[in-house]
């Protein structure tokens, strides 16, 4: 495979994609590659496959700020992310070395579909818990440690943080609150970024530059967008999330689509 070469990649554009990221990442609980794989690929010109990896480089600077709000309000469930993280960095390890075998138009259309449903399931009468403290069984954690691994696969096929994942599996399959659930999330997301952005580095994939500059923009983002959703209702962040999940999930399922229709009339056409 052919790496894409780069287009130049202004320090201003660089900070503004991460700083957006950063919001997105410290108000829902994600990464926020949402945001960040397709700017790259549009802003910067990489690769879906380098864009993917480039995400997760940032996400590794920008979900540590997004997440200090959260931990400072004792937002965040140390056990449950435990779990998750050790799920999640075999998962993580996993899904780098297959995203370069796995087709991905299919796995957009099945995640994205995913996501559509689990955004249906948000909005719906008992769609989550109360924040606070959760009693975590030996059967809920291990639960937890399948979550993770479900999340660190996919967060190295798609290049996001795994929030989109893990906090509607937390809500909606755990009885956490939102809040809980997104400052959860983000404390899992910073070793799955880590481990997913240095394996897919060994493959010449990480463009570690671009990066860690879009995540240092990210940093203001991610206090601003934490600091903020400590201000919010839990069922108008709720809402927002679904909201989110919505688009993203349109657009995956889009994308899958679209790139089944021309591989298919290129078939055709042989």
């Known amino acids: 495979m052919t790496a894409a070469a ?9 900070l503004a994609l991460g700083l957006l ?36 480089a940032a996400i590794i ?4 700020a997004a997440l200090l709000p959260f931990a400072m309000d004792g937002a965040v469930s140390w056990p449950a992310a435990a779990a998750l993280a050790v799920g999640s960095l075999a998962g ?10 796995i087709p991905a138009d299919r796995l957009r259309v099945v995640f994205g579909v995913f996501m559509l449903l689990m955004a249906v399931r948000l909005v719906l009468p008992g769609g989550g818990g109360e924040d606070g403290v959760v009693s975590l069984t030996t059967l809920a954690l291990a639960g937890l440690l399948v979550t993770g691994l479900a999340t660190g696969l996919l967060s190295a096929l798609l290049g996001v943080g795994g929030g989109v994942v893990m906090v ?10 939102q809040h809980l659930a997104e400052g959860t999330s983000l404390a899992v997301i910073i070793p799955t970024a880590i481990v997913g952005a240095w394996r897919h580095g060994r493959n010449g994939y990480t463009r570690w530059r671009a990066g860690l500059t879009v995540g240092a923009g990210g940093i203001a983002g991610g206090l601003l967008g934490g600091l903020l959703a400590q201000r919010l209702p839990a069922d108008i962040l709720q809402t927002a999330f679904a909201v989110l999940l919505v688009t993203a999930g349109v657009r995956l399922v889009r994308r899958g689509r679209q790139s089944n229709e021309v591989s298919g009339a290129g078939s055709i056409t042989k």
């Open 6 to 14: 780069p287009r130049d990649f202004p320090l201003s554009r660089a």
């Open 21 to 56: 990221a950063g919001v997105m990442a410290g108000l829902f609980g994600v990464g926020g590659g949402i945001v960040l794989v397709p700017g790259l690929v549009l802003v910067a010109g990489l690769g879906q496959h380098q864009a993917h990896a480039t995400s997760l």
């Open 61 to 64: 600077v920008t979900a540590p």
């Open 92 to 101: 993580a390890i996993g899904g780098a070395e297959v995203m370069r075998r």
């Open 168 to 177: 509607p599996a937390m809500v909606l399959g755990f009885g956490f609150g």
